[in-house]
């Protein structure tokens, strides 16, 4: 049974930081790209980053405009957990946010497999 475990949201003010964790675990492959979405209340949820090794293509990353230059996603292979380390945060980054895993499609619009959903609220 694939898994998804998210941890290491809260509360922050505006221009702190903070790193969301996402545990994978289940089988070897669901890690191949992974990546995180979010869902502000009353809105629709939202591809966030991503990072994948689909076809060799070496832990390439992609990046909401929203997000590009504030968040960083990397990957710890011997854990199988990703990572986003959210700086700078605003308190429009204020969502729920959801760890994706796929085993062969980089998750910037939909994925295979889901977190439960981690809290960050970014106060002003």
């Known amino acids: 049974q694939v ?5 290491g949201g ?8 903070l790193r969301l964790s996402c545990a994978a675990s289940g089988r070897t492959d669901i890690s191949n790209a992974m990546g995180w979405f979010r869902q502000a209340p009353g809105k629709e ?24 230059g504030r968040f960083t996603i990397s990957r710890d292979n011997t854990k199988n957990t990703v990572y ?10 204020t969502a729920v946010y959801y760890c994706a895993a796929d085993q062969y499609r980089v998750p910037t619009r939909t994925a295979a497999y889901w977190g439960q959903g981690t809290q960050v609220t970014v106060s002003s």
Not at 3 to 7: A, G, M
Not at 10 to 17: F, N, T
């Open 3 to 7: 898994q998804l475990v998210e941890s």
């Open 84 to 93: 986003l380390q959210m700086n700078s945060v605003k308190p429009e980054d």
């Open 45 to 68: 949820r939202e591809f966030v980053a991503a990072i994948s090794w689909i076809g060799g293509s070496g832990g390439s990353t992609y990046y909401a405009s929203s997000v590009k």
């Open 10 to 17: 809260g509360l922050v003010q505006a221009g702190g930081s």
